[in-house]
């Protein structure tokens, strides 16, 4: 069974950078879609972006163009870069991974598709 694991979260400063990384055991990650999800206290879950298992990108809009997603499949490893942070990215971050029929698509939203979850590395912005 698919299992993933989030490191890289932090404290960083104002217009900082921190890159997280999921990483996944137990399945190959080339056939699932990623996405990253954060939660801040006291609101709901959102999602910022997905990449598809061809590596098509996909972005709510809610990270502008600040936060970018790849994936190196040699490594069975998704990443989140996130630059120009804000107080308001204080979050915990979730990677999950989903399955869809279609290769180039990911639901940046979310979605029943998202069966897997990572445990959520907390980043905190703050100066």
């Known amino acids: 069974q698919l299992q993933l694991v989030e490191s890289g979260g932090g404290v960083v400063q104002p217009g900082g950078s921190l890159r997280l990384s999921c990483a996944a055991s137990?399945?190959?990650?080339?056939?699932?879609?990623i996405g990253w999800f954060r939660q801040a206290t006291g609101k709901e879950r959102e999602g910022t972006l997905c990449i598809s298992s061809d590596g098509t990108t996909f972005s709510t809009g809610s990270v502008k163009e600040r936060f970018t997603i790849s994936r190196d499949n040699a490594k069975n490893t998704v990443y989140l870069q996130m630059n120009s942070l804000k107080p308001a990215d204080t979050a915990v971050y979730y990677c999950?991974?989903?399955?869809?029929?279609?290769?180039?698509?990911?639901?940046?939203?979310?979605?029943?598709?998202?069966?897997?979850w990572g445990q959520g590395p907390q980043v905190t912005v703050s100066s």
């Open positions: 999950a991974a989903a399955e869809y029929s279609l290769g180039y698509f990911c639901d940046a939203d979310g979605g029943v598709e998202y069966g897997y």
């Open positions: 137990g399945d190959t990650l080339n056939i699932y879609a």
